[in-house]
């Protein structure tokens, strides 16, 4: 039994790796994938899969916690950017973080390409639910834990 493959298709530029992975477990390309809350989700709501693990609520090895996060990255350059953006945000969305997720998966700019329509009407239910795992930290502990899992995969050295 192989431990670790690649996905089918879910190498490159603007591919969705979680969605990607459930429509490979719904073609029977592939017995089972770890992924983000999206690929997830779809998985389970199109009925080709359960979710066994999701160490963000404590399943499994405490050391797996530190094998993903949420994440975005940018160029030092942006830092001002966001400082600003954060500034200007308008308070509903600290307030209700969903509120403004609905409104920009429901926008004509938004690509479908980007985000399917299907997956688009998941967004907000999916932050409302997971918000209290997200932390906008990225601690000591995650990146030795990150680097660990790396090198136990082989793709650091």
């Not at 160029?75 to 209700?96: E, Y």
Request: hydrophobic share 35%; proline share 6%; aromatic share 6%.
């Amino acid at each position: 039994m192989e431990s670790h493959r690649p996905v089918p298709g879910a190498q490159g530029a603007g591919v969705n790796f979680g969605v990607t992975a459930a429509q490979a477990l719904a073609e029977r390309k592939i017995d089972g994938f770890w992924a983000n809350g999206m690929g997830a989700e779809v998985a389970v709501r199109r009925g080709v899969g359960s979710i066994v693990l999701d160490v963000r609520r404590g399943d499994g090895p405490k050391t797996c916690f530190n094998y993903t996060m949420a994440s975005l990255a940018g160029h030092r350059s942006a830092d001002r950017s966001l400082a600003r953006d954060r500034r200007r945000r308008d308070p509903r969305h600290r307030q209700d973080p969903c509120s403004l997720e609905t409104a920009i998966s429901h926008s004509p700019r938004r690509s479908p390409q980007t985000v399917p329509p299907s997956e688009a009407e998941l967004i907000a239910e999916l932050i409302r639910r997971d918000l209290p795992y997200y932390d906008t930290t990225i601690s000591k502990t995650f990146v030795t834990g990150m680097n660990a899992f790396a090198r136990d995969l082989g793709i650091l050295q």
